[in-house]
């Protein structure tokens, strides 16, 4: 069924999009993931054909596409590979803070550069110490002279290595009262002093997405790196995780949709007991269910992609949309690796290293049991529908 948002456009953009992904990543994939990293070539590539943050201003390089523009494109690289989710959030996750709080000076200095693949970002919240409580990071910023200095440990950052431009979540009031007003964002750029990179991190899936620690040691940013104003940070953390929380339910179901795919393919070819494995009643059954549950997730996933499009608060359904789908494709990971039987385990199979990359998606943008907790909230339980 299509979805309402889908238009004739925006089926071009994924038949030109998937003959691009299948010359210039698909052949190249398994070396990524063995290397641990997606090349910066990729990137350059990505930006020349306009892949890059469409949904910009043509002043700044983009075409002003619609968010309908992003969905596709991370459906189409989620079918390659989960670890390709950095493109997706550089696109919609991080270059909108820019977008929404920066200046003109640093939209005009940064944004072009986004769009051409020659700037990748990260957003840097994850502490060794604080990973969904937001309001207990660390990380300090203390301004002197025309710039802040920044000491602290951000850890288990997409696109750390490559990051060429790092919005990065400090406190800058200690003393504020309650403590998330004290949070600002800070953009620290590649090669300012006592800024630097920790460990690539050893992920058990996500392979070719690079993940790393950031270290600030009395890194010197100027002041003009603030990203709006000072102390508003957690609140424009706030106003973008709908978004961010969105794209992972979209990768999520796009995955959901590629497993059910390989396996249908898998169980009419594999044989056993003198026919198909999709014979079977119980392989019919298990993927009857997984597919109707599939199905059940994508229209109110759709459902909830269009009401965010035309502006409306959707934070409770994009909760319900994001624990729903990842809970969804653990377990379509699961199920599937299963039909697959022992070759299911074998790394030459796809099914292997989607089962590996499942798990996280329940954990990053926020754990599904924060999701859960907040929809608690938006239904009047604990005596507030405040998020």
């Not at 000072?230 to 953390?237: A, N, S, T, V």
């Not at 794209?247 to 795919?261: H, K």
Request: aromatic share 10%; charged share 25%.
């Amino acid at each position: 069924m299509k979805a309402g948002y889908i238009t004739d456009e925006h089926e071009m953009l994924r038949t030109s999009f998937r003959k691009f992904l299948k010359k210039e990543a698909l052949p190249y994939y398994d070396e990524w993931e063995a290397k641990g990293e997606v090349p910066r070539s990729f990137w350059r590539k990505l930006g020349e054909q306009g892949y890059l943050c469409p949904w910009l201003d043509e002043s700044y390089g983009g075409t002003g596409a619609d968010f309908g523009y992003s969905v596709i494109i991370n459906e189409e690289l989620e079918k390659i590979g989960t670890g390709l989710i950095g493109i997706g959030l550089h696109n919609d996750i991080v270059v909108p803070y820019l977008e929404a709080y920066g200046s003109e000076g640093q939209k005009a200095r940064w944004l072009p550069q986004c769009v051409t693949g020659e700037m990748v970002t990260a957003v840097a919240m994850t502490e060794p110490g604080a990973g969904s409580d937001l309001a207990s990071i660390r990380t300090t910023a203390v301004k002197e002279d025309g710039h802040y200095i920044v000491n602290g440990e951000k850890t288990f950052i997409t696109n750390g290595i490559h990051a060429d431009l790092v919005v990065v979540v400090c406190r800058t009031d200690p003393h504020a009262s309650p403590p998330h007003k004290g949070i600002s964002l800070l953009v620290v750029e590649r090669g300012m002093s006592g800024f630097s990179r920790g460990r690539k991190l050893e992920k058990i899936g996500l392979h070719s997405q690079d993940t790393a620690e950031l270290i600030f040691e009395d890194a010197v940013v100027p002041s003009s790196q603030l990203l709006g104003k000072e102390g508003e940070g957690f609140y424009y953390l706030m106003n973008q995780l709908q978004q961010e929380r969105l794209i992972v339910g979209i990768g999520a179901i796009a995955a959901c949709e590629r497993m059910l795919e390989i396996t249908v393919d898998y169980v009419n070819q594999r044989r056993a007991f003198g026919r198909p494995i999709a014979a079977f009643q119980n392989t019919q059954f298990k993927l009857a269910e997984l597919h109707t549950e599939i199905e059940i997730g994508r229209t109110f996933l759709n459902r909830t992609i269009e009401a965010h499009m035309e502006g409306e608060d959707v934070v409770k359904e994009v909760s319900m949309s994001k624990w729903w789908t990842t809970e969804l494709v653990k377990k379509t990971a699961l199920e599937c690796m299963q039909l697959h039987g022992g070759y299911g385990y074998m790394e030459e199979y796809e099914i292997a290293r989607r089962f590996r990359d499942a798990p996280v998606t329940a954990v990053y943008a926020g754990s599904n049991e924060i999701m859960k907790t907040i929809i608690a909230k938006k239904m009047g339980l604990g005596g507030s529908k405040d998020e």
